[in-house]
């Protein structure tokens, strides 16, 4: 019976989190609701424009890759233009061993090592991560008594990885300079 509160508990506070990042997507990327029809929309009240970040918010982006995954908005755009460049996995697995590493109960723990292992880490994973075989058996071996630090190493290259390849092509890109640009309202 504790299992089945706590894995409803975190299957809860996943899909919390799925609704807040699609309701934050499509206010930051409204014309990815192109396929509905505008007055379906309004009459819905499913679209509200929302605001852009603040500029300022969106030049500090520029300062580090750091900078920019501190800001939830930051973490959306990001995560927007890794999936354009088929390599969301990347940060899917960096916020989820970020949660990963806030978790208190040994239960919990090993239901999310398993979790992550198994969508990100194993060979064949429908999102595998791009990381050497050491690490990926040192990860699988772990996985008979997971800890906290287990996927340390890992989080570690995949944020390498971003930070060289990925982000300076973030700041190049039409999401991030579009959001550069002054708002309608401006």
Known sequence: MLIFRTNKLCFSRILKG????????????PSSLSHVRRSDIRRRGMYRKAPKPPIDEVVSWRLSLKKLQESK??????????????????ILFWLACEEYKTITSSNEIAVAAKRIYTEFVQ???????????????EITNSMSQPTLSCFD?????????MKKDCYPRFLKSEIYQGLLEPSEAS
């Open 153 to 161: 190493k890992a989080q570690r290259l995949i944020y390498k990885l």
């Open 73 to 90: 908005t930051g973490q959306l755009a990001f995560r927007e233009f890794l999936r354009t460049e088929y390599s969301e996995e990347n």
């Open 18 to 29: 799925i609704c807040v990042i699609i309701c934050i997507h499509y206010q930051l990327f």
């Open 123 to 137: 060979v064949d994973a429908p999102r595998q991560i791009n990381i050497d075989c050491g690490t990926r058996q």
